[in-house]
């Protein structure tokens, strides 16, 4: 079973930046999409970015377009999610997600079967 461990959350002002790192245990981190998702207070959670097991391949949801960059080093088996021009809404708990297959992108919570225990983003006004 493999276990991921989140890392790089805290408190930003809006406008500010931080770094996300989810390192992942095990040798089949590179035969994996994995994914970033977040849930604010009160709301379900939802989907920010995604990458395929080579990288090849992102997609990001609107809201972080342009502001937020997932990317992975599979030599470290770390992913990560840099941050930038954070916003008050950007404020959730984030967690990163394995795919429950190898050498498939899912789009949504469904499809990643293996989840970390989230870090805390919040975004001051």
């Known amino acids: 079973q493999v276990q991921l ?6 408190l930003a002002e809006a406008g500010g930046s ?38 090849s391949r992102i997609y990001y949801t609107d809201s972080v377009q342009g502001r937020f960059t997932i990317s992975r080093d599979n030599a470290k088996n770390t ?24 050498w498939i992108m899912g789009s949504g919570p469904d499809d990643y079967g293996s989840w970390g225990q989230g870090t805390q983003v919040t975004v001051s006004s």
């Open 79 to 102: 992913m990560y999610l840099q941050m930038n021009s954070l916003k008050p809404e950007d404020t959730a708990v984030y967690y990163c997600a394995r795919n429950r297959n190898p």
């Open 5 to 10: 461990v989140e890392s790089g959350g805290g």
């Open 18 to 55: 931080l770094r996300l790192s989810c390192a992942a245990s095990g040798r089949t981190f590179s035969d994996y999409a994995m994914a970033w998702f977040r849930q604010a207070p009160g709301k379900e959670r939802e989907f920010v970015a995604r990458i395929s097991w080579t990288g």
